[in-house]
């Protein structure tokens, strides 16, 4: 595999979509001029008292000219596809050192920095909770959200306050200077039925680099979490 940064486009060089050359035609291939000349010498030295029909002649010409056609046709895509992953590493190449929320419960909060999260409210609630622990597993911070219609909540959290939704809500971490830059882990949780239920959340976290694997799809490599695919973001941050 091969990585990408944003400062280093020479990376291209070194993929295999690029570097692929022309193969050259074996000896032992059946070219279009070696067919017709087959194909008249064959004509040539037919039983003149027994002649071949015609139309098998041109079975065999329709048929070699169908496999050239499918041939011609499989390179083009070929083709194509290396282009089409040429031109998709580019342009994730452009989220190195940007921020993209994936599924997980673990994020890194810097200094002067927010984690943005999503979460998928099966139904409305009133009483989801919000907790948060450090990286050695002490809860540091619990946050009760209250009432909760059903959809995707978003929010957004600086060590200090929590904004959901777009609005600032009342509450404010127990820490008076808020909690320092470290990594978090989130667990949301929820009433749902009556069973106290543990919800699925997506995190926000930088991507380092973007790697290119064998199969042409693209990975990205996120700080704190590692790599993801780039089918699994969820969404990416200002």
Known sequence: MSELNATNNSVFNNLSIRDKKESTPQDNELGQSAFLELMITQLENQDPLSPQDNTEFVAQLAQFSSV?????????????????????????????????????DTAILESGNVVSASIDVPSSTGDLSVSIYNEAGELVDQISLGE???????????????????????????????????????????????????????????????????????????????????????????
């Open 68 to 104: 050239e056609s499918l041939d011609k046709l499989n390179n083009n895509f070929d083709s194509f596809t290396n282009n089409f992953v040429a031109n998709q590493a580019l342009q994730a190449s452009s989220l190195v050192g940007r921020s993209v929320t994936v599924p997980t």
């Open 148 to 238: 909760q219609p059903a959809g995707e909540m978003v929010m957004r959290w600086d060590g200090l306050n929590f904004e959901v939704n777009g609005d600032l809500t009342d509450w404010q971490s127990s820490h008076e200077n808020g909690l320092p830059a470290g990594t978090y882990k989130f667990e949301v949780t929820s009433s749902i039925d009556g069973v106290d239920t543990v919800l699925e959340t997506a995190l926000s976290a930088n991507v380092n680099s973007v790697t290119v694997a064998s199969n042409g799809s693209l990975i990205l490599n996120l700080a704190g979490i590692g790599a993801v695919s780039l089918a699994d973001v969820k969404q990416f941050n200002e």
